[in-house]
């Protein structure tokens, strides 16, 4: 299994990126998918999840009302869409995959880092 996550870079405060994770060897749309981050001297933190349907998605607060997940079973690819960033944001953000009704999250990406400059 494969999880590879691409599109961090370098952006002003108050802009947009968007982050994506394509995954191979796994059958992809029963899986839930998870966004964490991780910046420079903390824990990793949960951003957000989608569930295998797509039906459903949740949202740290730190994120909520400005990051939007999203899941194309056809594409093995999810998508995290971060708007209105924050310096706080700045981190390496991971993808995770875990099976539909599992609480554990299996595969991990490597993460891309995104940096939000003041």
């Known amino acids: 299994v494969q999880l590879q996550a691409s599109g961090g870079g370098l952006v002003q405060a108050g802009g947009s990126l968007s982050v994506s994770c394509a995954a191979s060897g796994l059958t992809f749309s029963y899986y839930d998918m998870g966004w964490f981050r991780q910046a420079p001297g903390k824990e990793r933190e949960f951003v957000s999840r989608i569930t295998w349907t797509g039906a459903s998605t949740f949202y740290a607060d730190s994120v909520k009302g400005r990051f939007t997940v999203s899941k194309d079973n056809a594409k093995n690819t999810t998508y995290l869409q971060m708007n209105s960033l924050k310096p706080e944001d700045t981190a390496v953000y991971y993808c995770?995959?875990?099976?539909?009704?599992?609480?554990?999250?299996?595969?991990w990406g490597q993460g891309t880092l995104v940096t939000v400059s003041s």
């Open positions: 995770a995959a875990k099976n539909r009704g599992s609480s554990v999250y299996n595969y």
